[in-house]
């Protein structure tokens, strides 16, 4: 599962077209990569702006979106090719709903061992196999 974690001053991204657009795009990282779309969560956190601080300080005016990425379905290839290619995605997906409108942000990516996962009850099946193609074809966990 790719868990997004996006805090961000109340106020933005309030409307469901807002959260859902940005999701969809998110999803999209990872759907190209052939893993399920309901593996993809992604929260909004709204937070009071006051309390949002950046070095200690309160925000000078722009919004500051902070996004915590866990990755655990696939784990990268520890190679710098693999990782700017990742960050890259991550950065286009950002574009149209963070930087074009001006907020500044930060994110950073965990990934989590794969063999302590698991969706309602069930360990999600190996990367690229037949039972995790179903699973995408029926956008949920179903037992193999």
């Known amino acids: 599962m790719p868990l997004w974690q996006i805090y961000h001053p109340a ?16 999803t999209k990282i990872y759907t190209k990569i052939g893993l399920p779309p309901f593996y993809v ?8 702006k006051e309390d949002i601080l950046v070095g200690g300080e309160p925000s000078n005016g722009t919004p500051f979106i902070r996004i915590v990425i866990t990755n655990i379905a696939v784990k990268m290839p520890e190679t710098n090719e693999t990782y ?9 997906v950002l574009k149209p709903h963070i930087a074009d409108k001006g907020y500044d942000w930060e994110y950073h990516v965990a990934e989590t061992e794969r063999r302590l996962w698991k969706i309602n009850g069930l360990i999600p099946p190996p990367w690229k196999s037949e039972e995790e193609a179903r699973w995408a074809e029926q956008n949920r966990p179903v037992p193999y």
């Open 11 to 26: 106020g933005l991204y309030e409307d469901q077209e807002s959260k859902s657009s940005f999701a969809k795009d998110i």
């Open 41 to 48: 969560v992604v929260n909004f956190i709204p937070l009071p």
């Open 84 to 92: 700017t290619r990742f960050t890259s995605s991550v950065d286009a």
